[in-house]
Every structure is written in C-alpha cells, then in structure tokens.
C-alpha cells in the first residue's frame, strides 16, 4: 500500500514538473517572439530611412546618370566613377584637407574640453550657472551658428575687425578661412567634450586620489597617473565621436565658405554636395558618398577593436 502511495506521489510530482517546464519553455518563447515584434517597426522604419537612400547611393555609384534622363534611365558605367576619383586632384586635396582638419579640430576639442571640465569641475559658488552656460553653443543649431559667425568675421561690418581695429577678409583668404572654421568649430563642439568629461570626473572614485595625497603625490601626479587613466574610456568615447562628427560636418563650411576661397575649406562633405547639387553629376556624389562610408566602417571597426581593448584593460 505504501509503495503504490509512493509511486503515484513521484508521477504526480513528474507530471508538474514537465507542466512547469513546458511553461517556462513556452514564457521563454514567447518573450523572445514579442522582442522581435516590439522592435520590428523601429528596424523598419530605421530600414526605410537609412537603407533605400543608402542602396540608392550605391546604385548612382555605378550609373553614368545625367539630369534628362529618368531616375533609373542611367548608362551603366561599372567602376569608372571610382576609377575618375583615383585621378581626381580635387578629391585627392578635399581628403588631405579633411584629414587635417579633423585631425587638429579633434585634438584642440579635447584639450580645452578637458581643461573645461577641469575648471568647472571645482565647487565654487555660481559654479552652476557657468555649467549651464556652457551648453549653450552646443545647442545653436549649425546653420545658425554658422550665420552668425559669418556676420561677426564680415570684413566690413563685423564686430571682430571693430574690436582687434584691422580690415581682414577672414573667410575671402586661403590662409584665414580654414582657420576661422576650425574656430568656429570648435567653439560650438568642445562643450560637447567638455560636458562628457565633466560627467566623467564628478562620476571618478575620491579613494584612489586621496590615497595618492596622503602618499604625498602632487596635483600634477594625482592628474597624470590616476585621473587621466580612469577617464580614458570617456576619452575614447568623446575622441571616437567627434571624429566621426568633424569628418561628416558640412553644414558649417557649406554655409560659411562654400568650399572656398581656392578649396582651402573644400573638406570631401562639402565637394560631394557640390558634385551632387551644383553639378548634378549624382553618379560621382555617389562615389564620392560611398568611399566617406568606407572610410568610417574602417575607422568604426578600428574604434570598436580600441574600446574592446580599453574596457578589458580597466
């Protein structure tokens, strides 16, 4: 009598048991089908608004198109748009240009990045109202920035020929446009370092630096070896989005300097909305728009292996 007992209590106790299994197996399921459901409409659209345009561009690359012809009514010219930039002199400059132009913007944002975080990093009274201030550029739309400083650098009406008392043409020389771009670049961007920064220090252990001052370290030294390294992945972070930024970011030259005077301005942004727009040769915009996203997979792809890097250092 006792056995049977026993026996049906275990087969009760297998039948919920694999009741319960074949429930949560179920649950699992069906969690995993309503993820893929929730985000479908966003992958979707993302799809919609960055992938036609995107097949469409690659599509131009290898068309020889011009504008009497319907939309895809174009010459099927194989590789020789991207065989045209090998040889092209303008692209080969509007690259140089670009890559020094990000080169020293990126580099100047983050040192008076860092330097404003630092300063704001101090508990002072007011010191809020200064934080607060400083997102102001950041927030000014481009276009209107761009405006706006094109009116203060006018050479005959513009408050910065009043205050230094000269008549420079700031953005009609060679030598004074790309200067005052990267000025103007970085006035508005470098609080977007900063602000990065600034999280980054009021979000730092106070251990490790009182540590290093009861052990006698300098201000200097406390920066050098302790507060620098544990802000480094922010540093890539901010480093890795400001280049990939400056490199696309035509609204300022194109609203400033066209490109100009000479092409000393003319970064491969702004020549590839003068092929498409201006010249209306879409074939070779598309060219020119497909090696810009080359270039950033391949500096994506080098970010991505660095902060894997970083983040398995720290």
Not at 301 to 314: F, K, N, P, S
Request: overall charge neutral; some cysteine; glycine content about 8%.
């Amino acid at each position: 009598m006792g056995g049977t007992t026993t026996a049906v209590r275990s087969s009760a106790i297998r039948t919920a048991g694999g009741a319960g299994f074949g429930t949560t197996a179920m649950q699992r399921w069906l969690d995993r089908q309503f993820t893929r459901m929730a985000v479908l409409p966003t992958s979707a659209m993302m799809l919609l608004i960055f992938g036609i345009p995107l097949a469409f561009s690659l599509y131009l690359s290898f068309q020889g198109w011009s504008p009497d012809q319907a939309l895809f009514a174009g010459r099927f010219s194989g590789t020789a748009n991207f065989e045209d930039l090998l040889t092209d002199p303008q692209f080969l400059k509007s690259l140089s240009v670009t890559f020094i132009y990000t080169a020293i913007i990126v580099a100047a944002e983050l040192a008076c990045g860092l330097g404003i975080a630092l300063l704001l990093n101090i508990d002072l009274p007011w010191i809020g109202l200064f934080r607060t201030a400083l997102v102001v550029p950041m927030m000014i739309t481009p276009i209107v920035a761009a405006l706006c400083w094109k009116l203060l650098l006018d050479p005959d009406h513009g408050v910065v020929n009043y205050w230094i008392g000269s008549h420079i043409v700031w953005l009609g020389r060679p030598d004074t446009a790309l200067l005052s771009v990267m000025v103007v670049n970085l006035w508005q961007n470098a609080p977007y370092v900063a602000v990065l920064l600034l999280a980054g220090l009021r979000s730092l252990p106070s251990e490790p630096v009182e540590a290093a001052s009861i052990d006698g370290a300098s201000r200097w030294q406390v920066f050098w070896h302790i507060t620098l390294p544990l802000l480094r992945p922010i540093i890539v972070v901010a480093t890795a989005t400001r280049i990939i930024w400056t490199f696309n970011y035509a609204d300022l030259i194109f609203v400033m300097t066209g490109g100009g005077p000479a092409n000393a301005t003319q970064i491969t942004s702004t020549y590839t909305l003068m092929q498409a727009y201006s010249s209306l040769d879409f074939g070779y915009a598309g060219a020119l728009s497909v090696v810009l996203l080359l270039v950033m997979l391949a500096f994506t792809a080098a970010y991505l292996r660095i902060t894997r890097g970083v983040e398995e250092v720290g």
